[in-house]
């Protein structure tokens, strides 16, 4: 069973706390929002208690395996559409309301059913970030891969997302994992314990590999799904 945080037992259920960030009010209006609309998948935002937000707990496990599943990565595309779609009216300074951390990690998966949690990194931003994010961190390319079967799994993606414009996923990949990279020297050189576990396991280098493999195979890659 998975929670976003620190756990705390409350009657038969459970809370997840964590700290308040500075995006801490728009992630309780976003999940008020989806909240209100009676979506299943994502976890309720219960208040701010004592410097910390506290959520709902979800149950369920998480899948580093997403390959062998197709018909679980549709799904889960279905819901990120359904997520872009309910938050583009809340903002008029973007395309709509943007994850920005879709990974198997974030993805708890139930009995019948799937819950996007890590709510942490949530911003404005354009739905091709995080479409591009399913394509390389559910459908992700190793070096045995040929760009055409790479292709047939991210077009896949894309069909069930239904993304027209697909110009730009490639470099919005490059430009994500170029960032993730960073991310995880520069905060582990800073002292955060979360980054420096991610280094000693070797996040980095497995983000370095697929990062060149993409810029490899780039141009046969948009081919592929465009």
């Given at each position: 069973m998975i929670a976003d945080g620190n756990q705390d037992?409350?009657?038969?259920?459970?809370?997840?706390?964590?700290?308040?960030?500075?995006?801490?009010?728009?992630?309780?209006?976003?999940?008020?929002?989806?909240?209100?609309?009676?979506?299943?998948?994502?976890?309720?935002?219960?208040?701010?208690?004592?410097?910390?937000?506290?959520?709902?707990?979800?149950?369920?496990?998480?899948?580093?395996?997403?390959?062998?599943?197709?018909?679980?990565?549709?799904?889960?595309?279905?819901?990120?559409?359904?997520?872009?779609?309910?938050?583009?009216?809340?903002?008029?300074?973007?395309?709509?309301?943007?994850?920005?951390?879709?990974?198997?990690?974030?993805?708890?998966?139930?009995?019948?059913?799937?819950?996007?949690?890590?709510?942490?990194?949530?911003?404005?931003?354009?739905?091709?970030?995080?479409?591009?994010?399913?394509?390389?961190?559910?459908?992700?390319?190793?070096?045995?891969?040929?760009?055409?079967?790479?292709?047939?799994?991210?077009?896949?993606?894309?069909?069930?997302?239904?993304?027209?414009?697909?110009?730009?996923?490639?470099?919005?990949?490059?430009?994500?994992?170029?960032?993730?990279?960073?991310?995880?020297?520069?905060?582990?050189?800073?002292?955060?314990?979360?980054?420096?576990?991610?280094?000693?396991?070797?996040?980095?280098?497995?983000?370095?590999?697929?990062?060149?493999?993409?810029?490899?195979?780039?141009?046969?890659?948009?081919?592929?799904?465009?």
């Amino acid at each position: 069973m998975i929670a976003d945080g620190n756990q705390d037992d409350v009657g038969n259920g459970k809370l997840v706390r964590r700290a308040v960030r500075p995006n801490t009010a728009l992630v309780q209006a976003v999940l008020d929002h989806l909240a209100g609309a009676g979506v299943d998948w994502a976890p309720r935002f219960l208040g701010v208690d004592r410097g910390q937000e506290v959520l709902g707990w979800v149950p369920g496990v998480t899948k580093d395996d997403w390959r062998s599943n197709p018909r679980r990565l549709d799904a889960l595309a279905h819901i990120v559409r359904d997520f872009h779609d309910r938050t583009a009216n809340l903002t008029d300074a973007a395309e709509c309301i943007v994850h920005d951390d879709l990974q198997p990690r974030n993805i708890v998966i139930g009995s019948d059913s799937l819950t996007i949690i890590d709510w942490e990194q949530l911003r404005l931003g354009r739905r091709v970030e995080d479409v591009s994010q399913l394509c390389w961190s559910f459908a992700s390319p190793t070096t045995d891969d040929q760009p055409e079967d790479v292709g047939r799994r991210w077009q896949r993606v894309l069909d069930a997302y239904g993304l027209d414009d697909r110009s730009d996923v490639v470099a919005v990949a490059i430009t994500k994992i170029e960032r993730c990279i960073d991310d995880i020297i520069g905060e582990a050189q800073r002292g955060s314990d979360r980054h420096q576990l991610l280094q000693e396991r070797g996040d980095h280098h497995d983000l370095q590999e697929m990062l060149d493999w993409l810029v490899d195979h780039r141009e046969q890659l948009v081919e592929a799904i465009t």
